[in-house]
């Protein structure tokens, strides 16, 4: 709130406004309790909306297999997750969006990917930020360890796995993290694959790793 994302009202920011946050966003005051977690530190709130769509989509993938259906593609808000074989009778070919492309335009697919049973989850800063008092544009990703928006050059991430809460997860700490932190724990994960497109000076780069396996189209 205190960035104007999901207010309307945003507050005025200093570096000391700021600071004063940090406090609440250490995972120390986080508590596991068997099935549930709690906080031990007033002020400290848990919001998991960022991985409602993965789990949504895992969901929904649990009850079409327990109603005997194998083939199927479940999308929620670019998340998404792909069992079996497509009407093609091939893997699912999905596509990543082009970070600098408009929505529609003949450019609009960075890559394309095949899937069968994966899941993707893509997390980026470029459809959604503000620009503040300076004109400077700040993406809606925060870094906890700063306060502040992320301050690099990875523009999207997009996360293959096995189920699409840790893919929805991992996209979005790749994109928190950048492409260096981001890259050593893609490769310290079994079951893990990424792609991450890079945007300097409008122009894009990409790095994916071993089994990502993407046809990239405008690289």
Known sequence: MLWGFGSSDPQKLDSASVDSLLKFTDFSAIIDNDSMLTTSKDGVTLDLNFLGEGYGIDMIGDFLENEGIYDFKVEIGGEVLCKGLSPRGSSWRI???????????????????????EALGSSGSYRHFIVDSLGRRQSHLLDPRTGYPIQHHLTSATVKAQDCITADALATACMIMGEKEGKRMVESLEGVEALFVYLDDGVTSYWQSRGFNAEVLNP
Do not use: T, V, W
Not at 95 to 117: C, F, M, R
């Open 95 to 117: 596509g990543i969006e082009n970070p600098i492309s408009e929505k529609g335009a003949d450019d609009h697919l960075y890559a394309i990917i095949s899937l069968e049973d």
